[in-house]
């Protein structure tokens, strides 16, 4: 009995503790490992072979140069000749002396308004439009619903500029001086400043703030036969209440002419002068912040969302010296983008983060990284382009119609 337990007791210690037995099972686990890693291993290289091959095509697609389109959409248009366009929020706004429109793609209206007007002029932020008539009485304010508000002024209206949330600055002005009125989005009088002629000198341009707090106004002064220019910020906000006629900030520019001031968003705004560019930030009172000399003549100044763009003649130079340069800055005054070009445009203009150039019957597009994206002729005259929604998708806006269109 005791010598049958014993060889039992054996038996399981041959079992447990048997030498070549543990070797097989490590080394069946270091090739079960083995295969595993290597599965792993393949994997990923071809997870990784398919992640470089979509990011080479789409960075070949990025900086590739088009010549061609296809047409994915067209859709036919009956406007006046003297129709004009402005992109808003992924439509169209058409508008001439007769009334304005918002139109998609498909040239369906989402709202219209008609009326009178001998020279109407148009300014757009976010989803507030204001349209008026230079030199006329007649003022109009929409949103993306339609038609918010109409005002009527006594004196000739010189410029308008809305905000985000509908306030509208308007400068008038009539033979001994200028005025400059704020309105609501229902067309009351927020405030009014009457500016003399001989004291604060000719207001030329006025921007206002997107949250509509801030009115930046420039004035052209002429002292001792030289023309200088005198920046003033008002401040319509509880600060401003603790400043004279709410002027919180002003500055002269001696021998310098300052024909646009705009704001890029609620605190940052930016000067366009004969010169080039100043910069001023501020929450609630601006201050200098960045000056861009431009040491060549300016031919055209243009604004996009995030970026001021100006075009100089070219350098001259060389055999290959471009007729213009045009030259794009962030809003700290940084240069993001230094593009020559032979191009006669009639019109320039940033669509998103595209550099858009053209005239009649020609056109360049570039990225904001100066990527010539799109060049080419067209058979029929362009009225407008601007960037569509999808990868090299654009919208062409030609006299007759209006082509959605994807480079190939």
Known sequence: MQEHKGKDMAKITQLYKTPEAAEDMKSYKEKLFRHRAGIGVKGFIGVALVAGLIFGMWSWSQYKTY????????????????????????????????????????????????????????????????????????????????????ITTLLPIQQVSISAQGVTAVLLSDSTASWIHLYDREGTELTGARCSLDETGQPLSIGISSDGTKLAVSYLQVQEGTLNSCIVFYNFGPVGGNFVDKIVA??????????????????????????????????EIPEETAVVEEPREIQSIFFGTSYVGVVTEGDGNGEESSRYEVHLYDTSGNQVLSQGTNLAYNQIKMSGKNLILFNENECEIYSDQGVLRYTGSFDGAIADIYKGSGLRKYIFVFSDRTEEVKLK
Do not use: H
């Open 67 to 150: 010549t061609t389109y296809e047409v994915l959409s067209s859709t036919q248009r009956t406007d006046t000749l003297n129709t004009q366009y402005a992109e808003y929020n992924g439509k169209l706004l058409k508008y001439s002396r007769d009334g304005i429109s918002c139109v998609n793609l498909d040239n369906e209206a989402a709202w219209s308004q008609t009326y009178n007007m001998q020279m109407p002029i148009l300014d757009v932020c976010q989803n507030s439009v204001v349209v008026a008539d230079m030199q006329g009485n007649e003022i109009y304010v929409f949103n993306e619903e339609g038609l918010q508000t109409q």
């Open 250 to 283: 002003s500055k002269v520019y001696e021998d310098t002419l300052i024909p646009r001031v705009e704001y890029l968003g609620d605190s940052i705004c930016a000067a366009v002068s004969n010169k080039g560019i100043i910069y001023y930030e501020g929450k």
